[in-house]
């Protein structure tokens, strides 16, 4: 069983509906306005909590078009890393508006650290967690960092090997610690997924374990409600139209709202094992086959196939008792539509 995990006294683990996480990443575009404008959306979607990433260009890479600074492949192609983070990274200076914004929707608020500097500003704005990004997993010093402030910490594993998961929760020590399953893929096919990786993590760590998903639409985080994630973080964009670094792959406010209920729906179906009558099925028992005069018998005649027959509804006994009731004799005249009961069945005749 994993061990307890909170973030602003709201559980998460086992026997709760997935903690549902918006990530603004740099959809905002630059503007202070529109990020505010996603704080509202991911709240009024249902989000239990918005999440940014907190860098500058300079604090995640250098300024450089070397090899391995110019990105040849995917969304990003052609652009060095230091010219993609100086257009993605959220200002700093936002930080305290945007935080202000989410407690006054009532949703909570953290964020991606990804250096000390940025861990003592969160500090400094009372996060209630810290959320470490897949590739800054193998960043030791940074997660042992993070886990020196108490806060709980969400890991996302994408890109990571069995063991190097193994050393990022060491580096957490006794900090509260959930695993994000992911794929750092933009955006990721499906069948890249492997999903049943999610129940494996809380398994062999002891943790809670959820889903970074960045596939395109809603099932694939709706499978991992279904193979019981506790967290679930998806991007949010006010328009992919209006593009944006993440747009591709992030989802509109109507359709993260749709995720939300969807994501619900699945974790309140899976329920628990239980045979029997539900209460959206009362009733439906007498509606069950049983077994019914079909014709006219007068007393003491024997019943037939062609005067007794199992049918629709279900007062009469049950079908199984058809070959023992075939061949008794009725103790009283019966009508065609009564339910067959036992007492108007004569007794069976002795053997002779």
Known sequence: MPRPFA??????????????????????????????????????????????QTYTADTITIDHDGPGFLLTGGLWAGRTLHDLYREAHTPWDWHPALFARARERGIAIFSSPFDETAVELLEGLDAPAFKIASFELNDLPLIRRAARSGRPLIVSTGLATLGEIAEAVEAAGEAPLALLHCVSGYPTPPEDCNLRTIPHLAAAFGVPAGLSDHTHGIAVPVAATALGAAVIEKHITLSRAEGGVDAAFSLEPAEFKAMVGAVRAAH???????????????????YRRSLYVVADVAAGEALSAATVRSIRPGFGLAPKHLPAVLGRRAARGLRRGEPLAWDMLLPEEPAR
């Open 7 to 52: 973030i602003q006294g709201c559980p998460i683990g086992p026997g709760h509906p997935p903690y549902l996480i918006a990530e603004l990443s740099g959809n905002h575009k630059g503007e202070l306005a529109r990020a505010l404008a996603l704080i509202d959306a991911a709240a009024d979607a249902g989000a239990d909590a918005v999440k940014l």
């Open 268 to 286: 309140a179906a899976l329920g628990c094992v239980h045979y029997g009558v539900e209460p959206s099925e009362a009733g439906g028992r007498d």
